[in-house]
């Protein structure tokens, strides 16, 4: 359970590949969910499960949900529920894959959880309503990213 009590998070390894990370993992998204500008509304209810696993797993629930058929790093899926007028129930399945976060981060020359980190933020944005799906929103979140991203001492990706 997170501070403030309306953030729980779950952790699930399903991976051979993820779990000897799995503490360094909790203790980032626990240092995430501290910063402001991630967006998490006060009167909202979240319930995140981050799933961590193989290739084999993202690229079917890839295929099956968005209909392309590869692996791909991380794979987001929100639901809301109205609890009363007051608050929303949120909840969150974040896919992460191992391999192909490892394949990425090699070949941009990225430390491994500072790629992972960025793309944990890139979620979590998406949970609080972020999208980039036209230029001026995608410019928004990138630059909501680097700002996030230099408060937990990365550097910029978006330089590389």
């Not at 608050?87 to 394949?103: Q, R």
């Not at 960025?118 to 609080?128: R, Y």
Request: glycine share 2%; proline share 1%.
């Amino acid at each position: 359970m997170h501070m403030n009590k309306k953030i729980k998070t779950n952790f699930y390894c399903k991976s051979k590949y993820w779990s000897r990370r799995m503490n360094k993992i909790r203790s980032t998204v626990n240092k995430i969910l501290f910063l402001n500008e991630i967006g998490f509304k006060k009167k909202n209810l979240y319930f995140l499960n981050l799933i961590f696993v193989e290739d084999k797993k993202i690229k079917q629930l890839n295929k099956m949900y968005r209909k392309i058929n590869k692996a791909t790093d991380v794979l987001t899926f929100i639901s809301k529920s109205k609890k009363n007028k007051m608050n929303d129930e949120v909840y969150c399945d974040i896919f992460f894959s191992a391999e192909t976060i490892k394949k990425d981060s090699k070949r941009n020359l990225i430390n491994f959880y500072d790629h992972l980190t960025h793309l944990i933020i890139h979620c979590f944005l998406h949970v609080n309503g972020y999208d980039h799906k036209t230029n001026i929103d995608f410019l928004k979140m990138k630059n909501l990213e680097k700002k996030i991203l230099s408060k937990l001492e990365i550097k910029n990706p978006y330089a590389i």
